[in-house]
T-cell receptor
Framework: GQQVKQSSPSLTVQEGGISILNCDYE??????FAWYKKYPDNSPTLLISVRSNVDKREDGRLTVFLNKSGKHFSLHITASQPEDTAVYLCAAGEDTGYQNFYFGKGTSLTVIP | EAAVTQSPRSKVAVTGGKVTLSCHQT?????MYWYRQDTGHGLRLIHY???????EKGDIPDGYKASRPSQENFSLILELASLSQTAVYFC??????????FGPGTRLTVL
């Protein structure tokens, strides 16, 4: 089964608004959670990540919320801008001494000016 | 800055032919990965390696081999390319669990 799921394939937000991107995962042993940003024909780049010992992390306009009991984490982008338009991939995994990391299918965010 | 390069950037191959995708990193990272991306799927892990001369299977290894001859280089080999292997392939490296740095991708079309 799919270990990491992004239920919304697309999201449209007005400029200046808050973009909320959601991700669910299946394995409650996962302890690392990340969001990557991907432009068309480009490689993914890490935006922000958290470990399971925190439930929130802020970095500028970005905030990750982690709900371990619900096996859910989200990315909030405040004051959304047209340059935020991209595909956002969530990822999660477990640090078991080797690395195995699962990505969601992505949510395509469009910020309308 | 971290650097992962891939070659070729795009390739057209014939069914049944052999394809080798190459990845080179200058990050001094121990871990390297090969993913494929298809429409409707997220990135799916094919093979990974945490040390030279050793590779591990990821989630979808069937039809692929991998080779890690040195810390810097990691290759993905399709011995008998098939139509279903048409995809974009990404290589990545990391030195810890924290962040994977991705290469620019290779667009492979199998005809």
């Amino acid at each position: 089964g799919q270990q990491v799921k992004q239920s919304s394939p697309s999201l449209t937000v007005q400029e200046g608004g808050i973009s909320i991107l959601n991700c669910d995962y299946e394995n409650d042993m996962f302890d690392y959670f990340a969001w990557y940003k991907k432009y068309p024909d480009n490689s993914p780049t890490l935006l922000i990540s958290v470990r399971s010992n925190v439930d929130k992390r802020e970095d500028g306009r970005l905030t990750v919320f982690l709900n371990k009991s619900g096996k859910h984490f989200s990315l909030h982008i405040t004051a959304s801008q047209p340059e935020d338009t991209a595909v956002y991939l969530c990822a999660a995994g477990e640090d078991t001494g080797y690395q195995n990391f699962y990505f969601g299918k992505g949510t395509s965010l469009t910020v309308i000016p | 800055e971290a650097a992962v390069t891939q070659s070729p950037r795009s390739k057209v191959a014939v069914t049944g032919g052999k394809v080798t995708l190459s990845c080179h990193q200058t990050n001094n990272h121990d871990y390297m990965y090969w993913y494929r991306q298809d429409t409707g799927h997220g990135l799916r892990l094919i093979h990974y390696s945490y040390v030279a001369d050793s590779t591990e299977k990821g989630d979808i290894p069937d039809g692929y081999k991998a080779s890690r001859p040195s810390q810097e280089n990691f290759s993905l080999i399709l011995e008998l390319a098939s139509l279903s292997q048409t995809a974009v392939y990404f290589c990545a490296s990391s030195d810890s669990y924290a962040e994977q740095f991705f290469g620019p991708g290779t667009r492979l079309t199998v005809l």
